[in-house]
Structures are given as structure tokens and as C-alpha cells.
């Protein structure tokens, strides 16, 4: 009987559930959601250069994005919430296919970056979608290790560069499902090379699936 009646057993059993007084997400959900599973598909993946480029770099640069086409990685968790003005957020937890591109994720602190939307609430109108927004930097610095997704292989890195990104979600929620499509821009400058820049740009499809409870 310990087990039930004890004071340690009451408290287990008989503390009420915490009511979550913020805004709801969307209809059926509270004001936070854990993610449990999902995927980011990209389905396309280009680059540009403001300056030409040997066509042996050419070359790599276009089998680099014909690699990245058809890249998959998996949500594995994740949490979406209202911030302290009301904001929704979000925050992805995936895999990686590469040990070296998981360092380099967490080394770069890409795998705390959150997406940020300005909508009252999560869509569920095709017309409609809500639109999830990130910005961020990243710097590498000469001899950092990094991975080639071309070679699949890591290799250093020969000269420093700093990379601005711009992202953004847009997609719709049917019952514990949040999917749509995504963008993404990279815009690379070399200091020891001035004027020059690279952009990259992909875009794709993402889904998470929710939890409502």
C-alpha cells in the first residue's frame, strides 16, 4: 500500500496537470510541440560567382551540386513554442550522413540555430502557408577541418572565409503534420581575396510530424 498511499506516491499521482495558458499553436495543439520525426529534402542546389573561375573549379562546384540534390536528412526531434512576445520558434534536432559534418554542425553552432515566424498562428490553409524565417554566420578559419562533400572525405581548409545564410520554411499543418517547402541562400567572402563572392542556393521540401498532447 506503500506505494499508493505513501506522501511520495500522493504527490506522484494527484499533482494536477500543468495548464498551459499560452496561445495555442494551431487548433488541437498547446502553445509548445515537441517534434518527433521527420525529414529536409533538398531538390535542387545551384552556385554563382562574381568573378570566372577556372573550369576545374567549374566542374567541381557543379558535381558538388548535383550531389546535393536529393540530400536527405532526418529529423530525429525538435521542439516549436511560443517565445516571451508571442513569437513562434522553432528548433530542429537531425542527422547528419557524416560523423565530420556532425562536428562541424555542432562546432558552428548550427544545430542551435531557430526558426522564427511573425503569424499569430500555424496555417492550415494551402493558401495561406506560414513562413518560418533564419539568419545567421558562419566563420572558418584557415586550417580548420572541414568535410568535402564532393570527395566524400573531410580536408582543410586552405584560406579563412566568412558566410552569411538566409533560410526560410514555409508550409501548413494537417492534423499532427507540418510540411511544405524551403529555401536556402549562402553568401561566402574570402578576406585574403577582396571582391569576391560566392553564393550557393537550394531549395526543397521538409515534413515534421508534431506532438499534439
Known amino acids: 500500500m506503500e506505494g499508493l498511499l505513501s506522501p511520495l506516491a500522493i ?6 496537470p500543468k495548464v498551459d495558458l499560452g496561445t495555442p499553436l494551431a487548433s488541437g495543439f498547446r502553445s509548445s510541440a515537441e517534434m518527433l520525426r521527420g525529414f529536409i529534402s533538398y531538390s535542387n542546389f545551384a552556385w554563382e560567382c562574381n568573378f570566372p573561375l577556372p573550369d576545374p573549379q ?3 562546384l557543379d558535381e558538388m551540386c548535383r550531389k546535393m540534390k536529393g540530400l536527405r536528412s532526418t529529423v530525429i526531434g525538435g521542439k ?3 517565445d516571451e512576445t508571442s ?3 522553432a528548433k530542429l ?3 547528419l550522413p557524416h560523423e565530420e559534418m556532425l562536428k562541424f554542425a555542432q562546432d558552428k553552432n548550427l544545430l542551435d540555430i531557430e526558426y522564427i515566424s511573425l503569424s499569430s498562428s500555424i496555417s492550415n490553409d494551402q493558401n495561406r502557408p506560414t513562413i518560418f524565417d533564419v539568419v545567421g554566420r558562419i566563420s572558418i578559419i584557415q586550417g580548420e577541418i572541414l568535410f568535402d562533400i564532393l570527395r566524400w572525405d573531410t580536408q582543410v581548409a586552405g584560406i579563412a572565409m566568412a558566410m552569411n545564410y538566409r533560410g526560410q520554411a514555409s508550409g501548413i499543418i494537417e492534423g499532427s503534420r507540418f510540411y511544405g517547402e524551403f529555401q536556402a541562400e ?4 574570402f578576406p585574403v581575396i577582396p571582391g569576391f563572392i560566392m553564393g ?6 521538409f515534413e515534421v510530424e508534431l506532438d499534439s498532447r
Open 200 to 205: 550557393m542556393f537550394g531549395m526543397g521540401n
Open 186 to 189: 549562402y553568401e561566402s567572402k
Open 11 to 16: 504527490r506522484r499521482d494527484c499533482i494536477p
Open 58 to 60: 567549374r566542374a567541381a
Open 93 to 95: 534536432n537531425w542527422t
Open 87 to 89: 513569437r513562434i520558434r
Open 80 to 82: 516549436v513554442w511560443r
